[in-house]
């Protein structure tokens, strides 16, 4: 069955201090995998996928195929970060599965 | 674009009344997904359309919901008689599908969602 797994709830950090959200998945064929991120009163909007290898708003993510992890990482949080994570596989045309979201709460 | 639009932003019913959700979706996009968010369950797909056709609608809780996309450019989902239980905040998104480059498919665009009270 399709799963995704994001084991903490919430997370609480300092600003500055390094933050990873887990995210572990379960997922026949071969997904892309995404992040996106609710800001307070906003819109759930992506923030990234593991395909661009990109870093957004400092957040990067890899791929572990083996371990079937895709975990989010930053090196120093800010306040601005503070939102909700959502984790989710997905293959173009279908539906995507969100793990129950991660809470990152930053403050200073 | 506008992006995803959805009306109302904010419903407040009564056990047992009708209640319609509506959403418009960024145009040329080909497929339409209704979620629903509450604090217990996180994030769960309802149903998807792709081509204005019903694809998936085992995520639909119950036959008191139901959901329809009459042409590319709007899809209702309505929940009759609604309960207590179905409060939560409802989106909508939109995607180009199979039909879009590598870059642009797969990306879902959100609403910015309907809550739902049911008293």
């Known amino acids: 069955a399709q799963r995704v797994t994001q084991p903490e709830k919430l997370l609480s950090v300092f600003k500055g201090a390094p933050v990873e959200l887990k995210c572990n998945y379960s997922?026949?064929?071969?997904?892309?995998l995404f992040w996106y991120v609710q800001y307070s009163r906003q819109r759930l909007q992506l923030l990234l996928r593991h395909i661009s290898r990109e870093s957004i708003k400092g957040f990067t993510a890899d791929l572990n195929k083996g371990e079937t992890s895709f975990h989010l990482k930053k090196p120093f949080a800010q306040e601005e970060d503070s939102a909700m994570y959502y984790c989710?596989?997905?293959?173009?045309?279908?539906?995507?599965?969100f793990g129950k979201g991660t809470t990152l709460s930053v403050s200073s | 674009d506008a992006g995803v639009i959805q009306s109302p932003r904010h419903e407040v019913t009564e056990m047992g009344q009708e209640v319609t959700l509506r959403c418009k979706p960024i145009s040329g996009h080909n497929s339409l997904f209704w979620y629903r968010q509450t604090m217990m369950r996180g994030l769960e797909l309802l149903i998807y359309?792709?081509?204005?056709?019903?694809?998936?609608d085992s995520g639909m809780p119950e036959d008191r919901f139901s959901a329809k996309m009459p042409n590319a450019s709007f899809s209702t989902l309505k929940i009759q008689p609604s309960e207590p239980r179905d409060s939560a905040v409802y989106f909508c998104?939109?995607?180009?599908?199979?039909?879009?480059?590598?870059?642009?498919?797969?990306?879902?665009?959100f609403g910015a969602g309907t809550r739902l009270s049911v008293l």
């Open positions: 997922y026949s064929g071969s997904p892309e």
């Open positions: 359309f792709n081509n204005n056709v019903p694809i998936d």
């Open positions: 989710a596989p997905n293959q173009a045309g279908t539906a995507l599965i």
């Open positions: 998104a939109s995607t180009i599908g199979t039909s879009g480059g590598a870059r642009a498919k797969n990306i879902q665009y």
